[in-house]
């Protein structure tokens, strides 16, 4: 920025001109925004940080002595509000009002690919003190702010603002090698992770470094990895959200006071403006289409409900498929079930039997892709009850399950989808297996998925189709996907992914080693089937969607 144009405006500010005012708060209102929400991660409490930020500064802009200082003051400020949320709030409270990440904003509002996408994402396994660091480091690679002002603002010396930054791009390195690892296909991590709650932490990092160094496959790179300062050289400050305005409280200030020290009438109305959620709407482009990523409904209350179905006895075998009718894999037999309510087909999943373990499946038709986003990024983990992902675009969209009986068995909660706004269907089950198939080599040879006699079973409520191991879902629209487990420990994996995956899943059987083929429910028309639980409505608690059925 243009240093003489803003000690231009600083000094006219200082003076009273309102105009002078408003630019100096629009102008300098993206670099508070980037530094807080990158020192919180995204937390929920960043409009607040930010609003006080701006309100101090403005309120002790008379204060400043020298202009050409305003922007290592207004810093210095950020961090002090930063430090004093941490001091005012317990570690436990905090993870509670997490809001959707700054990492994935990083990612959607700059477009981030490759190794850039990698160091966004690696920020989320910093710890706290790591984060506020790097949310001043992060803009002096970009060219936002001098080494001189990082110094200042942490307070410390420039020698040791040095040392503290090498020791957090060591940290940072090594968060990068864990995102790597994650997404990577090392079945020993998959063993590491199974009882990871999907949230990073410090003791998760430890646990995860030790064996990416001690693996061959983990700890080989496949690409020369660039050094974090060369990839953020000259990145754009994060925009800020859509419509995004101060909320500020005038605090001790009447508004005839506020006027009378210089605040202009548009500025005095933005204060009083109602504050927009950090995590407002992000457009981005990608390969000449629109996807666009919506915030995720404001954090539910986890109060203590009903479960869907209770469990009253775990069976001592897995007990033979309902004496229904068979459904047909195919739902376009089956007479369309129309809700007036609903512009599209409301064909319900229903209790099915499996097919032939040798049926290989019918021709998965065609949608239109243009990719999906989802809040928690390409693989969001969900293992306890309320936690959630939303969903927004036009693709694919898989979600494994994980059920573990060893922990608890007992009654599932199903998950739901909720919030729906535009069309789902449930167009294909894969995994090379049902969670009620037998599992190869299991005790007494005929443990599930489900459980077996020695550890219990998990149950599923009645009228609920039986899950697969993968289940793909397309979406055109939005919706959110919460996991509900009560009666029993389960989790969701959730990816986006395309057409060509799931052909490519669903297509192995028996002769790849898979137990059978996968099936392919989509009829390719809106009578496809639409997953159980789901609504248009947003509850209080997910938990208590009704479940819709033919059953």
């Not at 390969?287 to 919506?294: C, I, M, S």
């Not at 392919?520 to 639980?533: C, E, I, K, M, N």
């Amino acid at each position: 920025m243009d240093s003489q144009h803003w000690r231009a405006v600083v000094t006219a500010a200082q003076a009273g001109d309102r105009r002078a005012l408003d630019e100096l708060v629009t102008g300098w209102l993206p670099l508070v925004y980037n530094i807080v929400g990158r020192a919180l991660n995204g937390h929920a409490d960043v409009d607040d940080v930010v609003q006080e930020t701006m309100l101090r500064a403005v309120g002790n802009l008379g204060s400043l002595r020298d202009p050409d200082s305003f922007r290592s003051w207004l810093v210095a400020i950020a961090m002090r509000q930063i430090r004093d949320r941490a001091r005012r709030k317990a570690p436990d409270r905090l993870e509670e009002a997490a809001a959707s990440d700054f990492a994935e904003l990083t990612v959607l509002r700059l477009q981030l690919e490759g190794q850039r996408r990698e160091v966004a994402e690696a920020v989320r396994w910093l710890d706290e003190e790591d984060r506020h660091l790097l949310s001043l480091w992060w803009l002096e690679v970009a060219g936002e702010l001098t080494r001189r002002e990082l110094a200042a603002a942490v307070g410390v010396t420039r020698q040791h603002a040095a040392v503290r930054v090498q020791r957090m791009k060591e940290r940072l390195e090594t968060s990068r090698g864990i995102v790597r690892a994650l997404d990577g296909a090392c079945p020993e991590l998959r063993e590491v992770t199974g009882r990871w709650n999907g949230r990073p932490d410090s003791v998760w990092r430890k646990r995860l470094a030790r064996h990416i160094r001690g693996c061959g496959y983990c700890g080989g790179t496949r690409e020369a990895v660039v050094p974090a300062e060369r990839l953020l050289v000259g990145l754009a400050l994060v925009p800020l959200p859509a419509g995004f305005t101060l909320s500020l409280a005038l605090g001790g200030k009447t508004a005839a006071a506020a006027t009378s020290v210089g605040w202009s009438a548009k500025l005095l109305g933005a204060l009083s403006k109602p504050a927009v959620a950090m995590t407002a709407g992000a457009t981005i482009v990608a390969g000449g289409a629109y996807v666009v990523g919506q915030p995720p409904d404001a954090p539910q209350p986890r109060a203590a409900v009903t479960p869907t179905a209770t469990a009253t006895s775990l069976p001592q075998r897995p007990s033979a498929p309902p004496a229904t009718p068979e459904a047909s894999p195919s739902p376009r037999k089956e007479k369309a079930v129309r809700d007036k309510s609903d512009p599209y087909g409301t064909v319900v999943d229903a209790v099915d039997r499996a097919p032939d373990p040798n049926t290989r499946p019918a021709a998965l038709p065609r949608r239109p892709e243009s990719g999906v986003t989802s809040t928690g990024g390409p693989k969001a983990v969900m293992q306890h009850r309320g936690d959630r992902v939303t969903l927004t675009g036009r693709g694919y969209v898989l979600v494994r399950w994980q059920i573990s009986p060893k922990s608890r068995p007992g009654a599932l909660v199903m998950p739901s989808w909720t919030g729906l706004k535009g069309r789902l269907f449930h167009v294909a089950s894969g995994g090379s297996r049902r969670m009620d198939d037998p599992l190869p080599g299991a005790p007494d040879g005929y443990a599930t998925g489900m459980g077996g006699p020695a550890i219990g079973y998990a149950v599923l409520p009645p009228g609920t189709q039986q899950m697969w191991q993968n289940e793909y879902f397309y979406l055109d629209g939005t919706v959110t996907l919460t996991q509900n487990e009560r009666g029993c420990d389960y989790g969701l994996i959730v990816f986006p992914t395309n057409r060509d995956a799931v052909v490519e899943d669903i297509d192995q059987g028996p002769p790849q080693g898979a137990i059978r083929y996968g099936l392919v429910r989509d009829t390719g028309t809106d009578s496809a089937p639409v997953p159980q639980y789901v609504t248009r409505a947003t509850p209080a608690d997910p938990a208590t969607v009704a479940q819709r059925s033919r059953v």
